[in-house]
């Protein structure tokens, strides 16, 4: 079972994404993402919490598809539905607005971390506060993470930043986990089956 959980959360996949960081004093990293926010002016406490209600309605939806098409279909509706007024929402539409403006790179994401492209190398142990954003479904993500290494840089069009930046994830919610391992093994099989279709177009 432990093995099987360690599959899923190693798998990594490659992904277009908008993405920003900041790298903070041990002192901003212990008082937390919230109290940053405090200080920045940007605290919005009903964004936080629809983020992580997004995150765990979408597991519970993604397993009650497995179970029962049918009504998994209506609950997709009704969260497609809701998502649409909670992107509405200023501070959030602000974020993501001004990520979307920025020019997307090629990651490896996974369910613990991710590699992105920097323009120069970060030290190792450097904490930075992330926020990317998932070009395929726009899906936001914003937590702490540790620089682990410095490699090559994942996205071979950017040759504005030619360093590879491995990054952990730190106190990421458990939901929020999930929801990126299912976006993964969706990305995947949707890469099998077109690969299966050019297959079966190439021996007809």
Known sequence: MMDGQENRRSFRVNESVYLKYDVLSEKEFEQGIEHRKLRLGLSDG????????????????????????KIGRCMTLLNDKLNIVIDQLPALRETKASLAKSRPQTCDVGADGLVFSSDKPLEVDSKLHL??????????????????????SPDDNRDDLPYGIAVEFMNLPPSQREILIQHMFSRESETLRMRRLELDATDG
Request: charged content about 25%; proline content about 0%; aromatic content about 8%.
């Open 46 to 69: 009903a964004q936080a919490t629809l983020v992580d209600i997004e995150a765990r309605l979408g597991e519970a939806m993604f397993l009650l598809n497995a179970e029962h098409a």
């Open 131 to 152: 926020q990317f954003l998932l070009s395929t479904d726009n899906r936001y993500v914003e937590t702490f993470c540790r620089v682990v290494r410095v490699t090559d």
